[in-house]
C-alpha cells in the first residue's frame, strides 16, 4: 500500500484526491497538509505543517499554490519522497527550482492531469504541423475564485504550437487599437466566471475555414484522478522530472 499525503487538503482539489484515493485500491491518503488546518476533518489527520507530519510518507500530491514549493520541496528532498505538483502559476525562478530538484527525488509536474488535456496537445502539436498558415488563438474559462491567468494548461497548448513553429509569440489579450494580426501570435485570452470547471478552445482559423480543437471538464475529479495515477507512476521513479505523457505513453 502506498501511503499519500495531501498538501492543500482542505481545498476542493485535495477534498477530490482524497474521494479519488477511496477509489483507488493500493494507494491510501493517510494524512493532509494545509495552512488552513481543518484539524476536526474525521477522514484522516490534516496539520498546518510538513513538521508535525508523523506518518511514514510515499508520494505527496500538491494541489495547494505556489507559495508552498519551497516546503514541499524540501520536505520531499530531506525524506526522499516524490511528489507530484499540480499547482500552476510557478514563477520562472520556480520552474528552475523543479528542474534542480529533480536531480535529486522524482518529481512530476502538469499544468493539467487530464488525461484528455494531455491528449489535446498531442493532436494541436499536429494540427500546427498540418495548418501552418492558420492563425492560431486559445481562449480559456474557468471559475471566479481563481487567481492566476492565463490557465496553466492554456500555457501548455500555447507551448505546444510553439513546439512544432518556434516562431510564434503569445500575445496576451488585446485592447485598443493594436494594428493587424501577425501571422506568428498566438492569441491568449481568459474568461472568468461563475463555477465554470475548465474549458479550453484552441482556435485555428484561415481566410476560407476555422477548426477548434475544445475540451471541456465537467466535474474536478477528472484532475484528481490523474493526480492519482500520477502518484502511482512516480513512486517507480528515484530522479527526474516528468509529465503526464509519461504516464499516457508508459509502457
Same mark, same amino acid.
Do not use: W
Given at each position: 500500500?502506498?501511503?499519500?499525503?495531501?498538501?492543500?487538503?482542505?481545498?476542493?482539489?485535495?477534498?477530490?484526491?482524497?474521494?479519488?484515493?477511496?477509489?483507488?485500491?493500493?494507494?491510501?491518503?493517510?494524512?493532509?497538509?494545509?495552512?488552513?488546518?481543518?484539524?476536526?476533518?474525521?477522514?484522516?489527520?490534516?496539520?498546518?505543517?510538513?513538521?508535525?507530519?508523523?506518518?511514514?510518507?510515499?508520494?505527496?500530491?500538491?494541489?495547494?499554490?505556489?507559495?508552498?514549493?519551497?516546503?514541499?520541496?524540501?520536505?520531499?528532498?530531506?525524506?526522499? *519522497?516524490?511528489? !507530484?505538483?499540480? +499547482? =500552476?502559476?510557478?514563477? &520562472?525562478?520556480?520552474?528552475?527550482? /523543479?528542474? @534542480?530538484?529533480?536531480?535529486?527525488?522524482?518529481?512530476?509536474?502538469?499544468?493539467?492531469?487530464?488525461?484528455?488535456?494531455?491528449?489535446? *496537445?498531442?493532436? !494541436?502539436?499536429? +494540427? =500546427?504541423?498540418?495548418? &501552418?498558415?492558420?492563425?492560431?488563438? /486559445?481562449? @480559456?474559462?474557468?471559475?471566479?475564485?481563481?487567481?492566476?491567468?492565463?490557465?496553466?494548461?492554456?500555457?501548455?497548448?500555447?507551448?505546444?504550437?510553439?513546439? !512544432?513553429?518556434?516562431?510564434?509569440?503569445?500575445?496576451?489579450?488585446?485592447?485598443?487599437?493594436?494594428?493587424?494580426?501577425?501571422?506568428?501570435?498566438?492569441?491568449?485570452?481568459?474568461?472568468?466566471?461563475?463555477?465554470?470547471?475548465?474549458?479550453?478552445?484552441?482556435?485555428?482559423?484561415?481566410?476560407?475555414?476555422?477548426?477548434?480543437?475544445?475540451?471541456?471538464?465537467?466535474?474536478?475529479?477528472?484532475?484528481?484522478?490523474?493526480?492519482?495515477?500520477?502518484?502511482?507512476?512516480?513512486?517507480?521513479?528515484?530522479?527526474?522530472?516528468?509529465?503526464?505523457?509519461?504516464?499516457?505513453?508508459?509502457?
Amino acid at each position: 500500500m502506498i501511503n499519500l499525503l495531501i498538501n492543500g487538503a482542505n481545498g476542493r482539489m485535495g477534498k477530490k484526491v482524497l474521494e479519488a484515493s477511496l477509489k483507488c485500491d493500493n494507494i491510501k491518503a493517510c494524512c493532509g497538509v494545509d495552512i488552513a488546518c481543518d484539524c476536526s476533518n474525521p477522514n484522516y489527520p490534516i496539520y498546518d505543517s510538513f513538521d508535525k507530519v508523523t506518518q511514514k510518507i510515499d508520494v505527496i500530491i500538491d494541489f495547494s499554490a505556489p507559495a508552498t514549493l519551497d516546503k514541499v520541496l524540501e520536505y520531499c528532498s530531506k525524506n526522499n *519522497i516524490p511528489a !507530484v505538483l499540480c +499547482a =500552476t502559476g510557478y514563477s &520562472e525562478q520556480q520552474i528552475a527550482k /523543479i528542474k @534542480e530538484y529533480s536531480s535529486r527525488i522524482a518529481l512530476f509536474r502538469s499544468g493539467n492531469m487530464s488525461l484528455g488535456v494531455n491528449v489535446l *496537445i498531442d493532436l !494541436v502539436k499536429k +494540427a =500546427t504541423a498540418g495548418l &501552418e498558415d492558420f492563425d492560431v488563438e /486559445i481562449i @480559456e474559462k474557468h471559475h471566479n475564485q481563481k487567481v492566476d491567468a492565463p490557465s496553466g494548461t492554456a500555457l501548455m497548448l500555447a507551448d505546444a504550437v510553439k513546439d !512544432v513553429d518556434d516562431q510564434k509569440f503569445y500575445t496576451y489579450g488585446r485592447e485598443g487599437i493594436v494594428g493587424k494580426r501577425d501571422p506568428n501570435e498566438i492569441g491568449i485570452h481568459a474568461v472568468r466566471g461563475g463555477g465554470i470547471v475548465g474549458e479550453h478552445q484552441v482556435i485555428f482559423a484561415s481566410n476560407f475555414e476555422t477548426i477548434t480543437l475544445t475540451h471541456q471538464a465537467t466535474d474536478r475529479s477528472v484532475f484528481a484522478d490523474g493526480a492519482i495515477k500520477a502518484a502511482l507512476y512516480i513512486t517507480t521513479k528515484k530522479t527526474g522530472l516528468y509529465n503526464m505523457n509519461d504516464v499516457i505513453n508508459q509502457k
